[in-house]
């Protein structure tokens, strides 16, 4: 759907519709599958780099951005996802920025037997920033009714056996574990390492949301250098998905770091770089 075409339908309040009605017609057409996927972290700058990106010439929009196929619409079947994509043999890169696959524990190979060859971009951010970051984003969406630090102190309870139970399968899928995993979703490495273990390392990307946000012109031409595209001559930079909200209290704060400071060096030791955080 053209971006024109969207800003109308919004307009109106037909967005949705719109979307529905392409998406029905799409899948009775030959349509691609993404050649590039950012994976999240969520609250991490993924909307502003998926933008920055879909500006570029070398780059198909997709029908929207988060398509979240292989977390919670998996069961929608492939010609679905595939509806979301250019059309087959259409010059140019198609891009799926669903920022829940990074965490969720069955996206990787279900991910791995549909695109064995696809281009992973990894976006982090420091994960006290981000936890809360998440929590403000489920607030200001009505689904987080407490306050962060007694959300924090109630994540394990809620989100339970989830994680497991969503990996092997005999669970569909959790509200909880999508929508309250402030401090989960922040140990990096555990997650990193089970992408992993299904695909090799060379087609990663991984970014830090700091670069992303002070450079962002630079971090989209390393994004574009990894997708085999031309540097950017031209890109509105305005950020995507910002918001403010009150500062988060110190002792929670240094709760949080305490709290993340050994998954923090795991991640250092993995990746094999400095984090900052």
Not at 34 to 40: E, K, N, R, Y
Not at 75 to 100: K, Q, T, V
Not at 201 to 212: G, N, S, T, V
Request: with cysteine.
């Amino acid at each position: 759907m053209k971006r024109g075409t969207a800003r109308i339908l919004r307009w109106f309040g037909l967005l949705e519709a719109g979307r529905r009605a392409e998406l029905r017609l799409r899948m009775r057409q030959p349509r691609a599958l993404p050649d590039a996927v950012i994976l999240g972290a969520q609250k991490s700058g993924t909307s502003s780099l998926h933008n920055y990106l879909v500006q570029q010439p070398g780059m198909i929009e997709p029908l929207r951005k988060e398509v979240h196929y292989f977390d919670v619409n998996f069961g929608r079947g492939e010609a679905w996802y595939r509806a979301h994509f250019g059309r087959r043999g259409e010059s140019g890169l198609n891009i799926d920025s669903s920022p829940y696959y990074l965490f969720h524990p069955a996206v990787p190979r279900r991910m791995r037997a549909l695109l064995p060859d696809v281009k992973l971009i990894v976006l982090l951010r420091d994960p006290v920033r981000r936890a809360y970051s998440h929590y403000w984003h489920e607030r200001d969406k009505g689904r987080e009714k407490l306050e962060f630090e007694a959300a924090i102190a109630a994540e394990a309870g809620r989100l339970g056996d989830a994680h497991e139970r969503l990996a092997d399968g005999t669970l569909e899928r959790s509200f909880a574990h999508q929508h309250f995993s402030y401090v989960a979703r922040g140990r990096y490495a555990e997650q990193l390492e089970a992408w992993f273990d299904v695909y090799p390392r060379e087609q990663f990307l991984i970014l830090k949301f700091e670069d992303l946000a002070k450079e962002p012109l630079a971090t989209l031409n390393a994004t574009l250098g990894f997708l085999g595209l031309p540097p950017a001559a031209a890109v509105d930079l305005e950020a995507r998905n910002t918001r403010r909200y009150p500062p988060m209290a110190e002792a929670v704060a240094a709760q949080l770091r305490d709290c993340f400071e050994p998954h923090n060096r795991r991640l250092e030791a993995l990746l094999g770089r400095s984090m900052g955080w």
